[in-house]
């Protein structure tokens, strides 16, 4: 299957499940979330293009950062 996908030994793959497809995809680091380490279509970069979130990993980034300003109000 490699070979018929030009897709080399070392080359790391992904595997999703969308409904009744399986996909199988080249990992690309540069798309990785920052936080869970996903790979989604719909991860999104911020802070130009240095951070990549997945929508979970913006979700975790989000709660942590109200709750760090939280304690930094009531201190």
Known sequence: ?????????EQLLEIFIEDQTIMLKKYDADKSCL???????????????NVMLSPEG????????????????TH
Not at 36 to 49: D, E, F, I, L, P
Not at 61 to 70: A, D, I, N, T
Request: aromatic content about 4%; hydrophobic content about 35%.
């Open 35 to 49: 936080l869970t380490g996903q790979v989604t279509k719909y991860n999104k970069s911020y802070g130009n293009g």
């Open 1 to 9: 299957m490699r070979k018929v996908l030009n897709i080399k030994e």
């Open 58 to 73: 913006a979700e975790r980034l989000l709660v942590e950062l109200k709750q760090l300003l939280k304690e930094e109000a």
